[in-house]
Structures are given as structure tokens and as C-alpha cells.
Nanobody, 124 residues
């Protein structure tokens, strides 16, 4: 059974940073691309960033480029999202998600398993 457990969310002020982590189990982590997805209050889920199985190819949505960095440690079965220069519009529940293949997931349709999410709130 695929299990994805996010951690690292919290309340921060605009301009501050956070690092999210996702502990993966129940599948061969190094064989699959992974993504971060978020859902803001009252809105649908939005794909944020993706990374291929080897960690060599990453993609991000335009609104977070230059501010968010996705990475992974295959030895630790862990996915990360380093978020800097956070803005109030980044407030959302952030989900870790497993891709269907080894390539970099770039849409919600490329994903087949989800964690329970971690809340990120950016407010002064």
C-alpha cells in the first residue's frame, strides 16, 4: 500500500521560508516521478512542482518559479519542497503525490496516489 506522509507546514510571515517533507513507503520510491500539489481555500487542486525518479529533471508552475525548489533523496525515500519568499497567495494545503511513471509529473492526471496534506499559512 502506497503511503505518503507530509510534514513541515505551519504559519509564517510573508517573505519567510519553509521546507516541506514527504516520507514515502509501500512502493519503490526511486522508480517513480513525484510532485507537490496544493489546494487553496475554496479552490481546486493545483499542480505546483514535479521531479523525475532520478531527481535530474524538475518543473514548476510559473507562480512559484524562482521561489520553490523540489528535490528528493532516494536513499531516504523522501521528497522535499523548499519554499522561500512566501506570499499570502501561497496559503494552501500542500500534498505530496506519486507519479504514474518514472518521468516528471506535470499535471494532476499524471498522479495516482496522494498524501493527507500539510497546511501552509502565509500571513502577517
Amino acid at each position: 500500500e502506497v503511503q505518503l506522509v507530509e510534514s513541515g507546514g505551519g504559519l509564517v510571515q510573508p517573505g519567510e521560508s519553509l521546507r516541506l517533507s514527504c516520507a514515502a513507503s509501500g512502493f519503490t520510491f526511486s522508480n517513480y516521478g513525484m510532485s507537490w500539489v496544493r489546494q487553496a481555500p475554496g479552490k481546486g487542486r493545483e499542480w505546483v512542482s514535479g521531479i523525475n525518479n532520478a531527481g535530474t529533471i524538475t518543473r514548476s508552475t510559473d507562480s512559484v518559479k524562482g521561489r520553490f525548489t523540489i528535490s528528493r533523496d532516494n536513499a531516504k525515500n523522501t521528497l522535499y519542497l523548499q519554499m522561500s519568499s512566501l506570499k499570502p497567495e501561497d496559503t494552501a494545503v500542500y500534498y505530496c503525490a506519486k507519479g504514474r511513471r518514472f518521468t516528471t509529473p506535470s499535471t494532476l492526471a499524471d498522479l495516482d496516489s496522494w498524501g493527507q496534506g500539510t497546511q501552509v499559512t502565509v500571513s502577517s
